[in-house]
């Protein structure tokens, strides 16, 4: 039984010395593999130290450019339009990459540049924008005999600013029409408002108007009638016929004008009737003074809706400070209006319903979701930009259009060391190195572990391996 249990425990021990020694193998393999990822994380480190940026020209400190790292915001703000160029971002089918403000501004809008602007804060401010340049507004009434009350000299050039506004705007769309600026005005119903055709309609509510003037009676061949009046010399005395007669001419400043069924004047809309962007123009421009002057704010189409405007709640063209944010906004709603557009929305009903001009964005604050929208993160940005997906264009003052630039050719983009990503990739790099070291010397534990397991299993080896041996001697001995 001796003899037994004595090879049975040379088999067992043999048994942990293998055990050790693969032990030991898997260790030492694990060692090696931490020095290949360690000259992984080595040539990672090396790599990242030459890791670049975009960063954009913002302005100067006096002979000191500073620049600032790019991104959709600082590259088609109004700072940076303002300090250097003004800058648009497309997609690779030409669509202004806008914000979500100002696709929605745009929309609402119809092709109404005063509306765009009524609907754009700043915020700073909180004030919305006009492109009027007025700084008087009609107050004052009249007397029982018509007359004015409290009537200005201002008010007088606004008034003819307002009419020369509408002259150019029916001499630009080859419309001959009457209009005395004294006449030009807001027509308000009980009931209804003209739509832009001319016609009325029932989806206004009371209240609600359009910019118009009254409706001159004209004769079978379209020619104003005016009210008759006696003509006089240049001193005022009355001029007779040879038979004595009084002599009636047009008074040119008294037309005719139509009335409906119950006496009221019958007023003519101002519809857009141009099809160039000067006659565009020229009609916003008349627009905006009139509602400016009477005190009416902008509604869809060009439909002025009956609400207080007041000059002082607007940022107007009336004070040179706000020339170049108007100029900013125009330059925007004009791209918009040749090229299309497109944004980012975390709406799903937009993106649904209108897919050419909303991007549904899922990205939700609070979440390790990864972010895609190049108009929120900066990383996305530059990477577009950087692969073609994103383009750029600015403003040339020259050709009065938006010129086609690169992140290589504008004379406002540097690329330089990006110091942050150098600093986190050092970071990384010795925070890596650290773990494997940690798990080097845990190796180096164990492996002494096993060698000085292995010694003893050894010297056990060999002492169970002795007596063994003497049994065996003793038992031939005895049988010898």
């Known amino acids: 039984m001796g003899m037994a249990a004595s090879q049975a425990r040379l088999l067992s021990i043999t048994a942990r010395m293998t055990n050790n020694e693969n032990t030991g193998q898997a260790v030492s393999y694990s060692k090696q593999r931490l020095a290949d990822q360690t000259q992984q994380i080595t040539n990672e480190y090396n790599e990242a130290l030459n890791a670049t940026k975009l960063t954009v020209l913002t302005g100067f400190n006096g002979s000191v450019a500073n620049y600032e790292d790019i991104s959709y915001n600082r590259m088609t703000g109004l700072e940076m339009a303002t300090s250097a160029k003004q800058y648009v971002v497309t997609d690779t089918k030409g669509r202004v990459l806008v914000t979500e403000a100002l696709a929605d501004a745009f929309i609402k809008s119809k092709g109404n540049y005063n509306m765009f602007l009524a609907q754009i804060v700043d915020p700073s401010t909180t004030k919305h924008y006009s492109q009027a340049d007025i700084t008087v507004q009609k107050d004052y009434s009249f007397d029982s005999d018509g007359n004015p009350i409290g009537k200005t000299e201002e008010h007088e050039k606004t008034?003819?600013?307002?009419?020369?506004?509408?002259?150019?705007?029916?001499a630009s769309v080859g419309i001959n029409k009457f209009m005395p600026e004294h006449d030009l005005g807001i027509c308000f119903t009980e009931t209804y408002a003209y739509g832009t055709d001319g016609t009325s309609v029932d989806d206004y509510s009371i209240g609600d108007g359009y910019a118009g003037f009254k409706k001159a009676q004209t004769d079978e061949n379209g020619n104003i009638l005016y009210e008759p009046k006696d003509l006089e010399d240049e001193f005022g005395n009355i001029i007779t016929d040879?038979?004595?007669?009084?002599?009636?001419?047009?008074d040119l400043t008294k037309p005719i004008y139509e009335k409906d069924s119950s006496g009221n004047y019958i007023w003519e809309p101002i519809i857009y009737e141009g099809s160039s962007q000067e006659s565009r123009d020229l009609y916003d421009y008349a627009m905006a003074i009139t509602e400016a002057y009477l005190r009416v704010g902008t509604g869809e189409n060009g439909v002025a809706f009956r609400k207080q405007y007041n000059i002082d709640d607007y940022k107007s063209a009336a004070y040179l400070e706000n020339n170049n944010e108007l100029k900013y906004y125009r330059n925007i709603?004009?791209?918009?209006q040749q090229s299309g557009f497109v944004t980012y929305t975390h709406t799903p009903a937009k993106a649904t319903n209108d897919k050419d001009h909303y991007i549904y964005d899922e990205t939700t604050k609070g979440t390790n979701k990864v972010v895609k929208n190049p108009l929120q993160d900066n990383y996305s940005f530059e990477a577009a930009l950087r692969d073609g997906s994103l383009k750029l264009q600015y403003y040339s003052s020259t050709e009065k259009k938006f010129i086609s630039t690169t992140i290589s050719e504008d004379n406002c983009i540097q690329e330089v060391a990006d110091e942050r990503a150098i600093a986190r990739a050092e970071s990384k790099y010795n925070q890596d190195m650290a773990d494997l070291e940690n798990k080097d010397k845990k190796f180096d534990l164990e492996l002494k572990k096993l060698d000085t397991e292995h010694k003893a299993l050894e010297t056990e080896y060999e002492s169970v391996k002795n007596v063994v041996n003497k049994n065996v001697e003793t038992t031939f001995k005895m049988f010898s």
Do not use: C, L, R, T
Not at 242 to 250: F, R
Not at 333 to 336: A, E, G, L, Q
């Open 159 to 170: 008034e003819q600013q307002i009419h020369e506004a509408w002259d150019k705007y029916f």
């Open 242 to 250: 040879k038979d004595g007669n009084e002599i009636q001419v047009d």
């Open 333 to 336: 709603f004009s791209k918009m």
